[in-house]
Each structure stands twice: as C-alpha cells, then as structure tokens.
C-alpha cells in the first residue's frame, strides 16, 4: 500500500525523523492558511507547493513548484489543485491521461537560507529478497532518477545489507555516512537519521522507504525533504492506523472493487481474462496463453471458496475491460469441489444475461467428471477443456476467429 507524501512523512516523524514542516490542503483557503502559518514560523517567504499522488516524477509534470510570496503561492496551488499530472509515472507515462490532483503539501523551503551550502543524497531501504535481507541503498547523487545513476555511475550507489539476525550496526551507519562523505556534526546527525529511518522502516512492516532528496542543510542537518513510502499489505493488520491512510482514489477502481470481494485481482494490458484459484497456477495459465498466442488482461486468483456468488463478482470485473475477448477459467478442485465450481459458472452466466465473450473452462481435481457434464450440458456457450494444454488452444482458436 502506497503512501502520500505528506502521510509518509507524518510516519516518519513519529520516529524521529526530522522533515520540514509541512501542512496539506485540498483547497485555496486551507493552502493560503498554511502559507502563512509556515512562513511566519520559519521566518522565510519561501515555501514549496507538491502535488500529492501516488507517482513519482511529479516536477518534470509541473507539479512541484516553489512559491517566493503569497501571490506566488495563489497562482502555483491554484494551477497544481485540480490539474491532471502527467509523470513518467503515472499511467501512459507522459502522453497519458494523468491523475488528478486533489491535494496539495504546502511545505517550508528546507534550503533556505543556507541555499548554496546544501548538499543532496539518496537514501532508500527495501528488502533484497534474493538475499533475504534488508538493504540500505544510498548515493551521493540526491535528487536524480537513482536508475540512470546506477545505469551510468554505478560506482556512485553503495548498498548496504542488514543481517535479520542482528540488525543494523553501529557500524554500518558509519559506513554510510563516511561514504557520503560527511564529517563532524553532519557525520554523526547522518548515524542518528539511518538509525531511525531503519526503525521507522522495520516497526511500520514497509517494504519500500526512498528519501530523495536527503538534504545535508548548511547548519549540518539532515533532512528528509521527499519521501515515497510503501507498506506490506499482508502487515497491515498490525496497524490499523496505517491501514487507515489508505487513498482508494489513487489506485485502480477495478482492482479496489475487486478487494471488496475478497478478490486478488490485478489489472494487466492483454485481451484474455483469466479467474483462477491459487496464484502459482494463475501464473502457470497466464504464461501459457503467452505461449499460445494470447496476452492475459488480468490477474485474478478467486481464492479457495469459488462459489457461485463468488464467480458470479469476479465475472463481473472481469468484463469491465473492454480489451477482453475471451475468458479462461482454470480451477484445480482441491478444497473447492470443481462440480460445485461448475455450477457457480453455468448460474453466473445465467444471472448476468448474454455474455458476449467467449468462455473456456479448464476444471481438474474433485469431481471433475461431474463439472465436465454440468458444462457440457449447461446449453450455454461455454467451452470446457481437461488439460491446460486443450485450454490454452481453444483460447487460441476463439482468438484467431
């Protein structure tokens, strides 16, 4: 679960972390109040105007802006709340449609006034699963895409990995710190802003911390000035108050529906739907209708309970994409019974009226024989296969016709 920038933030406070201060607003009042809040308490007429979606990229979109006064901060807030951003990466890219920005983070300057001594680093924590370890990955090129840093110098990333055994060392946060370069005050504030970072990180279950820029200030702060946060879902039961947090309006409407009905469901580009039970065999049948000729439109793993009010849903979203044009269900009765799977497919179809997409039914393991027959003799314009193999061909033959 991704975080807004302004809520990653607010997390990262709490264990210290030391940010700007920042308010959001949804509106010109509230932009305006926070406006003269920060640069009152600041001191500077100075402050920073972001846009707040999940994606990054935002100032190549215009969505960053830097406000020196108060009619700057009018016309930067009034043109940013209310645009639809166009990043690298939001949907499309930028020649896509963009998402829609609802709320701004009016934030004080954190380089001013000491604006020609800072310096900027990049700092980020994720699991390394090959490792099976945690790793910190920091640069001293901050404020720049890391991937074309590390495509061009990769001499310039460092990674450093945390033993799940031990934890991060003192060590290590000197480590980092002296290959940043750092000395002084700033070498031992840059200890203390990794010891809570990783703390942050590990007590909140995230899967994803990147601070860029990290902002070593003229008065030998460090600062996180950005911060994109992402959470582990299957965590999240810990913390209600992060789970909270979550903005259904910046992921996809179909895959939020999709979760409402205790349904794994991820969108993709091809033109097969897929309902499966089980994501390893959901994955099996999407590289074999790659191998056959098709492209899978989604993944959807319907779980172990795939009654017939449960098919009947995720039939439903399935269709919701218009770049489907046919369906494969592959179910492996193991504790679902495939008669009872059989029967939740033939009243689905039934229920929702003329389905014009073709449909192919691969149903194995308990009471098999039995599904095979309710298909077969359903009268519906369902198409029932044994191996996966068959299924993967009559996805083709529909294809190709």
């Known amino acids: 679960m991704n975080l807004h920038e302004y809520q990653g933030k607010e997390l990262l406070a709490k264990f210290g972390v030391a940010i700007p201060a920042g308010t959001v607003a949804t509106n010109m009042a509230e932009a305006e109040a926070a406006y003269k809040q920060i640069t009152a308490d600041s001191g500077s007429s100075f402050a920073v105007v972001k846009a707040q979606i999940h994606a990054g990229g935002r100032g190549k979109g215009g969505g960053v802006k830097v406000a020196k006064n108060l009619d700057g901060l009018k016309e930067h807030a009034g043109n940013i709340l209310g645009m639809m951003l166009k990043t690298p990466q939001t949907p499309g890219g930028m020649e896509g449609e963009g998402k829609l920005v609802k709320k701004v983070l009016i934030q ?25 370890q945690n790793v910190i990955i920091y640069s001293t090129q901050g404020g720049m895409d890391i991937e074309a840093v590390a495509e061009e110098t990769p001499e310039l990333v460092h990674k450093e990995y945390i033993d799940p055994t031990l934890g991060l060392q003192a060590f290590q946060m000197r480590k980092v710190a002296f290959n ?141 994409d218009p770049k489907v044009k046919a369906i494969l269900i592959n179910i492996f009765g193991g504790i679902v019974r495939c008669d009872r799977v059989a029967q939740g497919v033939v009243d689905a179809y039934k229920n929702m009226g003329n389905i014009n997409v073709p449909i192919i039914v691969r149903l194995q ?27 993967a061909d009559r996805v083709a033959e529909v294809l190709n016709t």
């Open 108 to 132: 004080a300057d954190a380089y001013q006034p000491t604006f020609e001594s800072c310096k900027e680093y990049y700092v980020s924590i994720l699991m390394d699963r090959e490792r099976k």
């Open 180 to 320: 940043l370069g750092l000395s002084g005050k700033a070498f031992k504030e840059m200890c203390k802003f990794i010891n809570q970072l990783y703390t942050a990180f590990v007590q909140s279950d995230a899967s994803l911390f990147e601070i860029n820029p990290c902002m070593h200030s003229g008065n030998d702060e460090i600062i996180a000035v950005d911060c994109k946060v992402s959470l582990d879902e299957n965590a999240l039961f810990r913390h209600p108050d992060l789970a909270a947090m979550r903005d259904t309006d910046e992921e996809d409407p179909t895959e939020v529906e999709a979760k409402s009905f205790g349904l794994n469901y991820v969108n993709l580009d091809g033109n097969v739907g897929c309902m499966v039970n089980g994501a390893g065999l959901a994955m099996a049948t999407m590289d074999i209708i790659k191998l056959s000729g098709g492209e899978p439109a989604n993944f959807l793993d319907v779980g172990g309970t795939a009654d017939a009010e449960r098919v009947e849903q995720a039939f439903r979203i399935i269709l919701k």
């Open 365 to 391: 393991g308990t009471n098999a024989d039995i599904a095979k027959e309710i298909i077969d003799k359903s009268g519906l314009e369902v198409k029932s296969a044994i191996l996966l193999q068959e299924a």
